[in-house]
């Protein structure tokens, strides 16, 4: 299936990638749809002593107003007052603001936010807090914020969160108006322990700006799923990907789409068919110096960056929305930024396939059969069961590259929505052990995963009468049998699959996460290539 220069001819002044060759992206720069990065500093004193204009404070449902020592007094007891009243109960993100009236504190005003009762994970609770605290102070237009770090849990993995959380509230998902006036500017946020040790300060330290960079590269990743697809093309996705990858030390290669037929991508090249944008494949490669030749980890991300359904269309309600269909893609391109900045101590290779899914006059149709780059063969049934076929080619490859565990990441099914809803995100692969290991992994990172099952009974619902199997199975049991389709590509190693199709993109505003992408997966993948210690178990 060689596809023609002449379709998918360039216009003239946009530099194209010579026939067969790979492009070397070594860009430094990156997108920015948030506001200049204000930094965050830790420190360890009486909250009376942080240096900031607004103090932000977590209260819990069951604190009295003697719960932060000093802290109602220097409010003039309004903190008393207001929970004798009931205007302020401390449940979850309610928020209560009021002056600080002793002169001997920095501060001048006060926020409480309501965190409800003490929780297990608390970690996820800190993000939440600190990301409501973040938009709500922003729109406070404070230049100085304080946020007070309380409750019980591991001061480390508490200010990490925090970081995230303050960081994850600058995004802006309104970059293309015109007529509102510009978002105000985030403050510089301070994380005030209370009189902790030095040792634990310095750890806190490295955990925040650890946080603040994983965060960092979510909301990069947000930019990207944010683009409309006229602006964001497979090449442009390339460009921008490449550079943000590049930009923190990142090998990058963009293969063009003579390289991808040499390669036999055959599932890439079909989807790419009925588009005049032509595809591209992009590699990312962390190879740190010293680093063991194993393990690899292999992360596969999906880059549809529109999607129409192809000759199999979708229906015209909500079709916009699918501008976001290369959401696991730039988790990958992200993730490897933060793995290479962070210098995580193995090797990663990150593959990403990008095309549109366009109808179309050479647009694959139900019953075209496509050949793998892997030898195998896939009748389509469904054009808009794309996001597998690309996946399966980017799988191969990623194996090709020397990856020896496999995790893919992809808005690949509705059917995942219908069985877990908006909120989490469904997760399949095989070994347990692997399976268990992400899970972990993803929860704490504020990516909240479910496994689902992998039964070889469904594996029926994709035999095909006239090639290896068929590219979808029908309604029943639809996002598993989407990764029992991926299952195929994965040569026996551990693998990994997490859709992401119902926790991309917030449909909905929350207290702590605007309506817009929710940049998922990409911490969860950054924090698995430090974890690589505990991977020890075969398929």
Not at 69 to 91: C, N, P, V, Y
Not at 329 to 347: D, E, H, K, N, T
Not at 376 to 381: G, M, N
Not at 454 to 472: C, P, R
């Amino acid at each position: 299936m060689i596809l023609r220069r002449r379709r998918w001819g360039v216009p003239p002044g946009i530099v194209t990638v010579a026939v067969g060759a790979s492009k070397r992206i070594s860009d430094n720069s990156v997108m920015s749809s948030t506001t200049a990065a204000a930094p965050i500093t830790c420190v360890s004193s009486p909250l009376s002593a942080v240096d900031a204009d607004l103090l932000v404070v977590p209260w819990f449902e069951d604190d009295a107003p003697s719960a932060v020592d000093g802290l109602d007094a220097a409010s003039g007891s309004e903190i008393a007052r207001a929970l004798a009243s009931k205007e302020f109960t401390g449940k979850m993100f309610e928020l209560f603001a009021t002056s600080l009236t002793d002169r001997s504190w920095r501060a001048r005003r006060l926020v409480l936010v309501g965190a409800g009762s003490p929780v297990d994970d608390r970690g996820a609770l800190a993000r939440q807090l600190a990301a409501a605290a973040g938009i709500s102070v922003r729109n406070r237009r404070a230049d100085r914020a304080g946020f007070v770090l309380r409750g019980r849990g591991d001061v480390g993995e508490l200010a990490q969160a925090i970081a995230e959380g303050l960081t994850l509230s600058e995004f802006n998902v309104g970059v293309y108006k015109t007529g509102d006036p510009a978002p105000p500017r985030a403050p510089a946020w301070t994380i005030a322990l209370l009189q902790q040790p030095p040792d634990v300060l310095t750890r806190a330290r490295a955990a925040v700006d650890r946080g603040r960079l994983l965060a960092e590269c979510s909301n990069l990743a947000r930019e990207l799923a944010n683009e409309p697809g006229n602006t964001l093309t497979p090449r442009e996705f390339a460009r921008r990907a490449g550079a943000i990858a590049a930009g923190g030390g990142v090998k990058v290669e963009i293969l063009d789409e003579d390289r991808i037929a040499q390669l036999g991508m055959g599932l890439l090249l079909g989807v790419a068919r009925g588009s005049s944008e032509p595809p591209r494949l992009m590699v990312f490669r962390h190879d740190p110096p010293g680093a063991p030749a194993g393990p690899v980890l292999g992360l596969v991300g999906k880059g549809i960056t529109f999607d129409t359904g192809g000759i199999s269309i979708k229906p015209a309600d909500g079709m916009e929305r699918m501008k976001d269909d290369m959401a696991g893609g730039a988790a990958v391109a992200c993730a490897m930024r933060a793995i290479s900045l962070l210098q995580a101590p193995i090797r990663v290779v990150g593959v990403v396939p990008a095309t549109e899914n366009m109808p179309g006059g050479r647009a694959i149709k139900p019953g075209d059969i496509l050949k793998s780059a892997a030898g195998k063969t896939v009748e389509v049934i469904n054009t808009d069961a794309e996001g597998r076929l690309i996946l399966g080619d980017g799988l191969w490859y990623a194996q090709q590259l020397g990856a020896t565990h496999l995790v893919d990441v992809a808005t690949l099914t509705g059917a995942v929505v219908v069985a877990l809803g908006k909120s989490t995100s469904g997760l399949f692969g095989t070994p347990p052990e692997w399976v268990e290991h992400i899970r972990r992994v993803a929860n704490r990172a504020g990516d909240r995963v479910w496994p689902m099952p992998l039964f070889d009974d469904y594996k029926d619902q994709l035999k095909s009468e006239i090639a290896d199997f068929m590219n979808t199975g029908g309604r029943p049991a639809g996002s598993i049998t989407a990764a029992l389709f991926l299952k195929e590509f994965t040569g026996g190693r551990p693998w990994a699959h997490i859709d992401i199709a119902g926790t991309a993109w917030a449909e909905e505003a929350k207290p702590y996460l605007p309506k817009g992408p929710s940049g998922v997966a990409v911490r969860t993948l950054a924090e698995l290539a430090f974890t690589s210690g505990e991977w020890n178990f075969r398929a």
